[in-house]
């Protein structure tokens, strides 16, 4: 099997080039209906992509070994030739990740991670580097091409190359591209819709590589209105910890006032927005039961 390097690492240095010249063109050729840059953001989304290289290496220990047994176990093998199985490996990892994108916006649980990405209200190159540093999935949703034979190293490959791809698709900067592109490929359009926060864009385009999972999956939705970026509820700091890890202590919160064991399933395994049937009159009865004493 040749040697499958890190896509993301040999990226690196493209990934910063590109992020400059980005900040360069907006510098020469400002649009004020773009967001463009803003130093406090900026050095979050970078300290957030840094963090998740070196948490990132704990999560994957339990991800491959689950991969390395199931890989001993399945009888199949998928050689690695480049012209051949690696397009079609690229195209299996890109389904799985449709899913897996797909449930960390619909499982609370799983958005506490995810939330950290689409906590930014710019859009930019920077944005793609606000990577979380938790990940309770333990890449399950790529089994299957472990267990149909390709291996660990392979995914991991794969991964990574869908990942450096999501990188250029951050930006304001590039409009729509051809119908024939926009119709196949996840593009920058494509993507400023998934990461809007206004509710007809909401939980759309959930495409790494390409948007026809989203057309096929009925989650596809083209750009019209602008975008506005950021959360339904947007957080208003900058620190890298609480930026990580302020979805989590929402969780905990919820499930302390829960009052039985399917509300705080409820809080963890429903959408980010679930609530109990009767919250609002709970909560509308114990102000009044304030506002009397």
């Known amino acids: 099997m040749p040697n499958l390097p890190d896509a993301v690492l040999w990226s690196v240095p493209a990934f ?19 967001q463009g840059y803003a130093g406090k953001d900026t050095a979050t989304s970078l300290t957030m992509g840094l963090g998740s290289l070196v948490t990132n290496l704990g ?9 390395n047994l199931v890989y001993a176990l399945t009888p199949l093998r998928v050689p690695v030739l480049w012209w051949t199985t690696v397009p079609l490996m690229l195209l299996g990892q890109d389904l799985c990740y449709y899913w897996s994108h797909r449930s960390t916006h619909r499982v609370r649980l799983l958005w506490a991670q995810h939330v950290v990405h689409h906590s930014s209200r710019h859009y930019n190159l920077s944005t793609a580097l606000r990577q979380p540093w938790t990940d309770l999935t333990f890449g399950i ?24 791809y999501q990188f250029w698709i951050h930006t304001e900067r590039i409009d729509k591209l051809p119908r024939p592109v926009e119709f ?4 920058p359009s494509h993507h400023r819709v998934h990461h809007a926060s206004q509710g007809g864009y909401l939980d759309r385009n959930f495409g790494g ?53 399917r509300e705080r399933a409820g809080y963890l395994f429903r959408g980010p927005g679930w609530q109990p049937a009767d919250l609002t009159e709970r909560q509308a009865s114990a102000q009044e039961a304030k506002v009397a004493a």
């Open 184 to 187: 196949v490929l996840n593009t």
């Open 59 to 67: 999560w994957k220990i339990p991800a491959f070994a689950l991969y």
């Open 16 to 34: 910063v080039l590109l992020t400059i010249v980005e900040m360069v063109s907006f510098l020469v050729h400002p649009d004020e209906d773009e």
């Open 209 to 261: 590589i390409l948007i026809v999972w989203d057309r096929l999956f009925g989650s596809f939705t083209a750009e019209g209105d602008r975008p506005v970026y950021g959360l339904t509820k947007n957080i208003s700091t900058f620190n890298p910890l609480r930026v990580a890890t302020h979805e989590y202590a929402a969780i905990g919160r919820d499930l302390a006032a829960a009052r039985n064991w």
């Open 141 to 164: 949703f790529y089994l299957p091409l472990v267990v149909l034979g390709v291996s660990p190293a392979a995914v991991a490959f794969c991964s990574s190359v869908n990942l450096v």
